[in-house]
């Protein structure tokens, strides 16, 4: 049986079939491991912030156009011909590898890989959302023989309501604090929840809309980028509503709205918290599992414990946390022909 394994080193997430080594987002320091691939799924820190320790000229590094915008503005420097951008749906074989990627529809430029060893095709999610929002369309369905899954909210604690029921009592609040008179304060990440924010504030409240200047650069991004239009606005100075970043003090005058997954169980001071999230949710997380139905999963980040034990209790597909050291992978390769065959089962 062909020799294969998933690992989570210091360096970050390591595919590796014995002679090739493929590191995805690299957010921890050290050596141990050199890449013969870097894979970069979305420019937040704590999927990026390692690029520099691992990187050396001569290891490409694939992310998409917007990524490596978003990088570059964070002063991570590549050689150019190691660059490798992709956008959903593109594909390229380095070093006998094939990888494919697909949408994630997390932040700006967010990308989960499709990575075909040729006798195995493994699934990596990184940081991504199952539902659809205002501004971006929920994440593709992987074809693969094992799913590396981010579990973030891999616990039912955080089945969040569904968009259309949470943008139904946000406009209510947001209108209800306009109404009396306030400026309303509306804080998420500056990368991703942001842009969301600035949109949900024109379509719900309308009225002068000023962003941060962080937040601003972000919205420029995204709607180069998308063609989405995200809304009248100006950056800095103070309007109707304010869009902050969710560590960012609260606007003078206002009330003050959060928008986190972690509002589900987590109380904030002096502020009305809503769990509008950009990761997939517990129920989102186990329809995309069993839609894609691999033969086994490797839950990578968050609840690993929890949503793997889960897997194996209620869906009976073979499931365990990332292990921090090498360990053989066990597939059936007859499975994974046969899924070759019939591709279209998981839509």
């Known amino acids: ?46 999927h990026v912030s390692g690029l520099s320790d691992i990187y050396r000229p001569g290891i490409p590094v694939i992310m998409s156009p917007e990524t490596y915008r978003l990088i570059r503005l964070n002063g991570y420097k590549l050689r150019s011909s190691d660059i490798i951008l992709l956008s959903p749906g593109e594909n390229i074989i380095l070093n006998g590898i094939e990888f494919l990627a ?23 999610t990184g940081d991504f959302n199952f539902e659809s929002s205002v501004i971006m ?43 009396e ?7 998420g990440y500056a990368l991703g929840k942001a842009q969301e924010l600035t949109r949900l504030a024109w379509e719900f409240l309308g009225g002068s809309i000023s962003v941060e200047k962080k937040v601003g650069i972000y919205n420029r991004i995204f709607e180069e980028s998308s063609g989405i239009v995200l809304g009248p606005y100006t950056i800095g100075g103070l309007g109707d509503s304010f869009i902050r970043d969710i560590s960012s003090p609260q606007a003078p005058r206002s009330k003050r709205f959060i928008f986190t997954g972690w509002a589900a169980t987590r109380k904030f001071d002096n502020a009305i ?53 090498p360990r053989e992978l066990e597939f059936n390769p007859i499975k994974t022909a046969d899924r070759r065959l019939n591709k279209n089962h998981f839509y």
């Open 1 to 46: 049986m062909p020799r294969f394994r998933i690992f989570l080193s210091s360096n970050g997430i390591v595919f590796s079939n014995g002679s090739k080594n493929v590191i995805a987002d690299p957010a921890g320091s050290g050596s141990e491991i050199v890449p013969d691939v870097i894979l970069i799924s979305h420019a937040h820190t704590d």
């Open 102 to 124: 697909r949408h994630a529809g997390h932040v700006i430029g967010s990308l989960m890989f499709e990575i075909d060893f040729g006798n195995i095709r493994i699934g990596y």
């Open 137 to 179: 369309r929920r994440a593709d369905i992987l074809d693969c023989d094992f799913l590396v899954i981010d579990a973030t909210y891999g616990t039912p604690k955080y089945s969040f309501p569904p968009r259309r029921i949470l943008y139904r009592l946000i406009r209510k609040k947001l209108r209800e604090a306009r109404d």
């Open 181 to 187: 008179g306030y400026v309303v304060s509306l804080h």
């Open 273 to 325: 918290a809503f769990p509008l999230s950009a990761h997939s949710g517990f129920l989102t997380l186990v329809d995309f599992v069993e839609r894609i139905d691999p033969q086994g999963v490797i839950v990578a980040y968050g609840f690993t414990s929890f949503f793997s034990k889960y897997l194996r209790r209620e869906l009976d597909i073979p499931s365990y946390p990332i292990p921090l050291i």
